[in-house]
Structure formats: structure tokens, C-alpha cells
């Protein structure tokens, strides 16, 4: 069978995921195509999505009566977090089946950043739905990229990445639990919406309203130099692939990498003015080096403007420039995946820095303090205390004497 999966968290389901599965079945000649609530989406918070329960009914009663759509509980029973391990469990449990994995243009967009995409594509077909906002060129540049970057893998499989067109103005979940119910009534079923009612659901209208990678990718398209963004995404790539290797969330690490660098583009002097204005504390060491303080105005940035509430993330966003004693795993990978990403080609020992990264990540961490102090000691520059602090730690840390 050809089967057809669209998966998101549905927190509510609304009018154009019903549109989208159904141009799915139709232009595919899919037998079937199951809408997917996810478990927990590894790049949201799970304490503001709404429970399984609620999701998983609201799309039974956004889809009844729809020949040829169903609702599965896949992910949410078998717990999995990542489409590269949805696919791989229901190819193993369905071998039979040829299965298409279902994304709007907006999402494959930072495909790429996703955990394992070569797994994906072995997997599963694409099938990306083109909005009526999306951008033609940056669409099909994209698909464009991806079939030549993983052409092997598509071919080997006899697999294809078909972009499908639709007919219906975008609409967004995140505006939906965002806004007053009353002005999203158009956007939702009629049975959804008697049911959000009956259950008062999205009565807390700050819930999710995270920026997606995509839109933050944008947005830092926009303010960043070529350079810097160019950096920023290496960063993320590498801090998403030393995650996989040490152990935890690779896409919180490549959104955490996607940020570190979020208020490079603001001067000292206005870097120093964001801190006065929004009291965030500022050290004798930053407002005689008040480049560091793009740090913590980047960790506030991310706060405010992109809505991310992982502390987490904000606290290896505002420690990746100077480091400190006893990071966490997330910290330590942004601090070195800054030094050692691609781009760099200026520091001392990057051969072995690189090759030591998915092997120890202390004594990497250690390393790159020793250098960033050796070079910042040969410039004569102000050198953080907080960096000072983690070195010897890191040096104790590896035995080093």
C-alpha cells in the first residue's frame, strides 16, 4: 500500500492540514494518508503543548467522515520524537508498504538541520505542499539542493521529492491558540471548535509561540552580514552533529547553535544601551570589552524576539563567547562548536581540535580555553574572569598539569 504521512502537533488541527492531506491522496494515488500527532516535538517545550489526548481527538473529529484519511497515534504510542525513527519503526513494523513523508514548503527549509534527513529519505518519499505565499524560486532552489545533495540515497531507494500545489491561504496553529477562538472560527471545523469551547483550551495565549527554525533562519538572513550568517549555520550543523555524538537533543543543539550569534550585528555602544535599558547586569570585564556583551543580549533576543524559553538554550547562548566552569553538555558543544566549525580557518591546532571533537569533549573544551587565552594574552585584549575560571577547571578536569 501507499500510505501517506503528515505528522506535526496538530495543537489544533486546522483547515489547511485537512487540505493538505487530502491534495496528498489525491495527486499521490495514496490508499491512505494517516495525520501523525507528534510525541514531543524535540525543538518545543512539552509543558505548553497541549495533552495527547485533547490533539489526538480534536483531529478524529477535523477528519471524520473523510474517506481515505485516518488519525494515528504511531509517535505518541511508541514515544519517538524524530520522523527518522518514525519512519525507520514503521517500515520495520510495515515492510511492505511505501510510505510518503507529507511537509509544507515552510518546513522543508531547514530540512537539512533535521536529525538524520539521509534516513528520512531512505525511508520515505517527499512530499512538500506548496503554499499560495511560498516563494517559487526559494522552493524549488531548495528541493533543488536537497536532490542533489542526497541523490544517491533517493535513487538507490527509487524514492522522489514531489512538490504538490494548493489552493488555500497558509494558516498557522501558533495564531490560532494565540488569538481571541472567535476570529480563527474560519480556520478550524466546526466540531474543533465546539470542542476547544467545551474543554477551554488555549486559554493561555502565550502558548508556543516559539519561532520555527525556518523563520528564524530568515530573520537572521536579514540581519546578519553574509559572513556572520554563513558562520551562524555552521555553527548549528556542527553543534547538531557533536550532539548526536555526546548525547542529547542534536536539534535543540543546532537551534542553540542557529542563535549564538543573534545580536552580533548590534554596535558596543548599542549592545551596551539594550543592557541598560532591559537590566541585564554588566561586568567590569564587559563594559571594558563590550563585544562580549552581544552574549547575553543574544540569549535576551532569543527570549523576547524569538520566544524560546528553554533556559538551556538561552544559558549556552549567553556562555559560548567566554566560557565558564562546569558547563553543561549543551553549553560545552556551542562554546567549541564556535571555535571549530568549517568556516574557521585562522586558530591554532583546528586539525586536532576537530579530529578530538566527537571523542572528548572536556579536553576539546580545555584546549580551546588554553588557546583563546595564549592568543588573547599575545594581543594584550581583556580577558573575561568567567574564562579564566573554566580553564583552570577544564585543565583540572583533564589532568592536565
Known sequence: MKIGILGGTFDPIHNAHVYMAKQALKSLSLNRVYLMPAFCPPHKNADKITGEHH????????????????????????????????LTALKETYPEDE?????????????????HPEVILEKASIAVIRRLDESNQKLDETISHIRSKFHDIITRNHHSITILQTEISPISSSD????????????????????????HLYSDHDKNMAWSVGKIKDDLKEVLNAHRYEHTIAVAETAKNMAETYGINPNTAYLAGLIHDCAKHYTNDELVKICMENHIPVSDYEKKAPYL?????????????????????????????????????????????????????????LSYLREISHRDLNLLTYHILKDT?????????????????????????????
Open 373 to 401: 587565552l595564549n592568543y588573547l594574552r599575545s594581543r594584550k585584549q581583556i580577558i573575561d574572569i568567567n574564562t579564566e575560571k573554566a580553564y583552570e577547571f577544564y585543565k583540572k578536569k583533564v589532568g592536565e598539569e
Open 99 to 115: 510510505f510518503y513523508f507529507i511537509v509544507g514548503g515552510d518546513s522543508i527549509s531547514s530540512f537539512e538541520s533535521w536529525y
Open 55 to 86: 490533539r489526538i481527538h480534536m483531529i478524529e473529529l477535523a477528519i471524520e467522515g473523510i474517506s481515505g484519511i485516518g488519525c494515528s497515534d504511531f509517535e505518541i504510542r511508541n514515544r519517538l520524537s524524530y520522523t527518522a525513527d518514525t
Open 293 to 349: 556583551l552581544h552574549s547575553k543580549v543574544g540569549a535576551y533576543i532569543a527570549e523576547k524576539k524569538y520566544q524560546i524559553e528553554d533556559s538551556d538554550i538561552l544559558n549556552a547562548v549567553i556562555w559560548h563567547t567566554t566560557g565558564k566552569p562546569d558547563m553543561t553538555t549543551l553549553e560545552q558543544i556551542v562554546f567549541c562548536a564556535d571555535y571549530i566549525e568549517p568556516g574557521r580557518d585562522k586558530q591554532p591546532n
Open 176 to 199: 490560532i491558540r494565540r488569538s481571541p477562538l472567535e476570529m480563527s472560527r474560519d480556520k478550524i471545523s466546526p466540531k474543533v471548535y465546539q470542542y476547544i469551547l467545551e474543554n
